[in-house]
């Protein structure tokens, strides 16, 4: 009797742990990055400035610092895709940090498993930030102090294929943080050497 009672608690623990561990990976397969864009858009202190959706081909992802070279700016190191580019930036108001969001997306991101982180830099480590505002993102309002910018990209895959989602956040002062958030759902078949 004892043996088949620890058998049915074993079994049913057994049961239990199944069905979480099958709910969390299903949570995971369904996720997708979009679900950022949406924790920017609830926070109340995030004031939308930019929203851009476009085909891309050979969208240049930077995985390094941008760079003076021989006259250019470029990537030290760099990736191009094809696929659907979604661009948004925010104004982050009411004395809340650009970086402490950006913080927050990381997270949300690393809590899916599955995110990878490609670079990350901070500050003077990312290069020149009028060239991360003009050059890499089209939006001079992120152009700051350069103390004050980080940089991120990640890959994730989900259930209709992989993503990259850049991140960077940039203030110019106090009062004025800017967010930017980029997600590109790959092109079916798109692969790059950074994996």
Wanted: aromatic content about 10%; some cysteine; overall charge neutral.
């Amino acid at each position: 009797m004892k043996f088949t009672a620890h058998y049915w608690n074993t079994a049913g623990l057994l049961l239990i742990w199944a069905v979480a561990f099958g709910a969390q990976a299903e949570s995971r397969e369904a996720y997708h990055p979009e679900a950022l864009l949406g924790e920017v858009a609830s926070f109340p202190h995030a004031l939308p400035i930019a929203r851009k959706v476009e085909t891309a081909r050979d969208h240049e992802i930077g995985l390094g610092p941008i760079q003076k070279l021989k006259g250019d700016w470029v990537f030290r190191s760099s990736v191009r895709l094809d696929g659907e580019l979604q661009r948004v930036t925010w104004q982050i108001v009411d004395g809340f940090a650009s970086r402490e969001l950006l913080q927050r997306l990381e997270a949300s991101l690393m809590q899916q498993g599955e995110a990878l982180l490609l670079f990350a830099c901070d500050g003077r480590s990312c290069g020149s930030g009028s060239q991360w505002a003009n050059r890499v993102f089209g939006q001079r309002l992120l152009y700051g102090r350069a103390d004050d910018q980080s940089y991120r990209v990640y890959a994730l895959d989900g259930p209709h294929g992989g993503y990259r989602v850049l991140l960077y956040s940039g203030a110019r002062s106090a009062d004025r943080q800017y967010l930017h958030a980029e997600i590109l759902t790959l092109a079916v078949g798109a692969t790059d050497s950074a994996l």
